[in-house]
């Protein structure tokens, strides 16, 4: 199962397919007691199964991450040719200071954290279908969880998932605020954004499953991604192979 969850977040798609995602995958009683404590004590880190802890590199547009996508690319069909132009346009965009390429301000780990929270993401939805709960968290200190996992100093930790069977009762659902809230609405000419303030409550594992106050769209679009998620799984019977990143091992 958890090389499936871990899967759906290495399928996630990317700029230039850079996939600068890196997961580190704690589940021995100790580590997880030393990663709590590097997570502000939040219990959930021991109590999870698993926590992937979901990580970034800077350098995916660059050295081997960079050979091994356009090798990647090459088995899939692409032209030497076509992996020539692609080389050259990321390391045109990528070798510009953050704020110049692709308007990425003020740095590029404004980069990083866009593409890891789309891996984020993508294993929370996995796992959640799979029957799983799962606990997003950012309350942890970099520093420490990188010294604990013996993480790189090039790699960023962006966010923890962890991931178990709720125990016990879940804790009272919070609403999504009314869509007027944080939809960018643009009236004659001029873009305004609303939003609202959210109390949020700490809860042990959050269940996204159960949301029956949030409409995602028309029914169409939730058999869209239904089908998606099980072709997602589909793929998995055919794919259940690596499921940690050895940039971070
Ligand atoms: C990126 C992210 C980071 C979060 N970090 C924490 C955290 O460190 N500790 C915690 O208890 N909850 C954390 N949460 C959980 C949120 O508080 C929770 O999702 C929110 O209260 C909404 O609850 P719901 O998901 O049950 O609707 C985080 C959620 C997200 C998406």
Known sequence: MLSAILRAGL???SGYNLQPWRFVVVRSAE????L???AMG??????????????????APRGTNLDEVLAE???HGFSKEQNRKVREIITGVFSKPAG????????????????????FTTMIWMAEVLGYDTAPMEG??????????????????????????LKGADKRMQAATPCAASVLRRRGG???????????LQSPITRMSRRPNVHYGSLADIEVCIINVCFALLKQTFFNTVFMSAKCQ
């Open 11 to 13: 399928e996630s798609p």
């Open 31 to 34: 580590q997880k007691r030393r």
């Open 36 to 38: 709590r404590e590097a």
């Open 42 to 59: 939040q219990s959930k880190v021991e109590e999870a199964g698993a926590v992937i802890v979901c990580c970034g590199d800077p350098n």
């Open 73 to 75: 690319a090459a088995k």
């Open 100 to 119: 110049n390429a692709m308007g990425v301000a003020p740095d590029w780990v404004v980069w990083i954290d866009r593409h890891v929270m789309i891996a």
């Open 140 to 165: 942890f200190f970099e520093d420490k969880v990188k010294s604990v996992l013996e993480i790189p100093d090039s790699i960023r930790v962006v966010a923890l998932l962890g991931i178990g069977r």
């Open 190 to 200: 001029k873009a305004s954004i609303y939003k609202c303030g959210r109390i949020a």
